[in-house]
């Protein structure tokens, strides 16, 4: 396996205390395969993210274990982090426009990351940056290259973001909300750059999104975060048909559907939990519809684990997986709650 994530945990130190964004989470992602990473705001997407890339401050303690090819990453030295950033693993931060340099021209960012890794000239590592340029759809390299980021469109930016990115060939890309802010045709034309991306790097990409019909597209697995917690895993198939957790299921049932003229859009009710005030149980009984077809109040009691409930797809409820019984049961409670 390419890249193994176990039992990570992201804390953050606040006036209010130590906050757990991320809480034993773990995963893993082999070349050639897209995992999405979907959630609200606040479940731990980017906490995850940046652990991964050794971003985080010294505010932030990360503890568990995350393989890159069999190197540890949690508690590798900076430089040793300076080094496979770039040359192993790179990321597509969700504004190109915070996260290049605004002081510096396009192509001098980018031969910059390439010449950071490789020992070669100016000369070659312009050739380079024109040549990813070219590769991620830019008419003209040339202009783009002596541009300032300023200077280009939301999707010429984020274009030029992969190319800088990409500049070193890394095995794991991760992209963080690759489409936000672009027009629905620019998103359509990233997402099917970057499926042509990964085909001919072979890379590992992880994808954050909120947006289920990127994932749809792009992904082959999924992990649905909750609450800095994994809520569901599994193939793209697993979570969009055989959908296991509430929470899955209230997501998908929050999007439009174009084969159901008349579909109601059905919103998960209430809001995500505070960091500093966990609920008691499974962190998302609050907001559940389906705890009362669970006895013994073990959703408000007790944590549930996260199991198998067919091959390769795991679920953490206390319902293991069946929504339909558990819909049947509640359905059941309220009709005799009527003819009471």
């Given at each position: 396996?390419?890249l193994?994530v176990?039992?990570?945990?992201v804390a953050?130190s606040t006036?209010?205390g130590?906050?757990?964004?991320?809480?034993?989470?773990?995963?893993?992602l082999?070349?050639?395969?897209?995992?999405?990473?979907?959630?609200?705001?606040?479940s731990?997407?980017?906490?995850?993210?940046?652990?991964?890339?050794?971003l985080?401050d010294?505010n932030?303690?990360v503890?568990?274990?995350?393989?890159?090819?069999?190197?540890e990453?949690?508690?590798?030295?900076?430089?040793?982090?300076r080094?496979?950033?770039?040359?192993?693993?790179?990321?597509?931060?969700?504004?190109?426009?915070?996260?290049?340099h605004?002081?510096?021209?396009?192509g001098?960012?980018?031969t910059?990351?390439?010449?950071?890794?490789?020992?070669s000239?100016a000369?070659?590592?312009?050739?380079?940056?024109?040549?990813?340029?070219?590769?991620?759809?830019l008419?003209?390299?040339?202009?783009?290259?002596e541009?300032?980021?300023?200077?280009?469109?939301?999707?010429?930016?984020?274009?030029?973001?992969?190319?800088?990115?990409l500049?070193?060939?890394p095995?794991?890309?991760i992209a963080?909300e690759?489409?936000?802010a672009?027009d629905v045709?620019?998103?359509?034309?990233?997402?099917?750059l970057?499926?042509?991306l990964?085909k001919e790097?072979?890379?590992?990409t992880?994808l954050?999104?909120h947006d289920?019909?990127v994932?749809?597209?792009l992904?082959?697995?999924?992990?649905?975060?909750?609450?800095?917690?994994?809520?569901?895993?599994?193939?793209?198939?697993?979570?969009?048909?055989?959908?296991?957790?509430?929470?899955?299921?209230g997501?998908?049932?929050?999007?439009?559907r174009?084969?159901q003229?008349?579909h109601?859009l059905?919103a998960?009710?209430?809001?995500?939990?505070?960091?500093?005030?966990?609920?008691?149980?499974?962190?998302?009984?609050p907001?559940?519809?389906?705890?009362?077809a669970?006895?013994?109040?073990?959703?408000?009691l007790?944590?549930?684990?996260?199991?198998?409930?067919?091959?390769?797809?795991f679920?953490?409820?206390?319902?293991?997986?069946?929504?339909?019984?558990?819909a049947?049961?509640?359905?059941?409670?309220?009709a005799?709650?009527?003819r009471?």
């Amino acid at each position: 396996m390419f890249l193994q994530v176990n039992d990570l945990k992201v804390a953050f130190s606040t006036e209010d205390g130590v906050l757990n964004a991320v809480d034993g989470l773990s995963f893993s992602l082999e070349r050639g395969r897209t995992l999405a990473i979907v959630g609200e705001s606040g479940s731990g997407k980017t906490a995850t993210i940046l652990a991964i890339m050794g971003l985080h401050d010294g505010n932030t303690r990360v503890g568990g274990s995350i393989l890159l090819d069999g190197e540890e990453l949690v508690g590798a030295s900076a430089g040793n982090l300076r080094r496979l950033r770039g040359e192993r693993m790179a990321m597509i931060f969700q504004d190109p426009l915070t996260a290049m340099h605004p002081y510096h021209r396009i192509g001098a960012q980018i031969t910059e990351a390439y010449r950071a890794h490789h020992k070669s000239g100016a000369a070659q590592a312009r050739k380079r940056a024109l040549e990813l340029l070219d590769r991620v759809g830019l008419s003209d390299p040339a202009r783009c290259f002596e541009s300032y980021p300023h200077q280009l469109s939301g999707g010429m930016r984020q274009r030029a973001m992969i190319a800088m990115a990409l500049v070193c060939s890394p095995d794991l890309l991760i992209a963080d909300e690759p489409t936000t802010a672009l027009d629905v045709t620019i998103q359509a034309q990233i997402l099917e750059l970057l499926g042509d991306l990964q085909k001919e790097f072979n890379s590992a990409t992880i994808l954050v999104t909120h947006d289920l019909g990127v994932v749809a597209d792009l992904a082959d697995d999924v992990v649905v975060l909750y609450g800095g917690k994994a809520a569901e895993t599994g193939s793209v198939r697993d979570i969009f048909y055989r959908t296991g957790h509430p929470y899955t299921h209230g997501l998908l049932g929050s999007i439009p559907r174009i084969d159901q003229p008349r579909h109601r859009l059905d919103a998960i009710p209430g809001a995500p939990p505070s960091l500093s005030n966990m609920p008691t149980g499974c962190r998302f009984n609050p907001r559940c519809r389906f705890t009362a077809a669970v006895p013994d109040d073990r959703c408000l009691l007790s944590v549930p684990s996260l199991v198998s409930v067919e091959a390769g797809h795991f679920v953490s409820c206390h319902l293991g997986g069946d929504l339909q019984a558990a819909a049947a049961r509640v359905s059941a409670q309220s009709a005799e709650g009527d003819r009471a």
